[in-house]
């Protein structure tokens, strides 16, 4: 320890201590004043994200059931084009048995084609819907952004009002820690 630190009584260290405290006390009213802002904006960042990430997927999801749905398409005309071939191979049956198999075959054809439209059917329905969901993820979207850009301009005009007062405050804190000894600074 120098001499300069020796020589401070207890009644210096002690009125040292409180105008820390007392400058400690105004930076946090200056919080105080900020509230619940920062975590505010933080929260409606952390929403933005997710509602782009859920529009996000609804395309992913949108695209997958589009491709899925060309897919069943090209199946029904495949299936379309053995329907044709088993009827006009029916037109040059030699017996029952090769005219009933082949009845079989375009019906199990047609009952593909039923089962691939309906599977057409419910991914279109998949699809509005998650167009649907996207559009009301959009406007809430949209809506979440301006209260952040109010939030954030809110926030902002604090933060510059009350930054330089701040910034003294803790010049002030650094000076007085400089002159407390570490252990007291420690304690408090």
Known sequence: MTEKTKEIS???KLKALYDLQCIMSQIDKIKILRGELPREVQDLEDEIVGLQTRIQNFNKDCETLTVEIGKLQESIRVSQESMARYKEQMDNVRNNLEYEHLSREVSYEELNIKAF???????????????????KANVLLAEKAKDLDDKKTELDSIIVSTKKEEEELREQAKTLEAVIEPRLLAAF
């Not at 439209?117 to 559009?135: A, P, T, W």
């Open 10 to 12: 207890v009644e210096q």
């Open 117 to 135: 439209e309906k599977k057409i059917r419910e991914f279109e329905g998949s699809i509005k819907y998650k167009l649907d969901e996207q559009d």
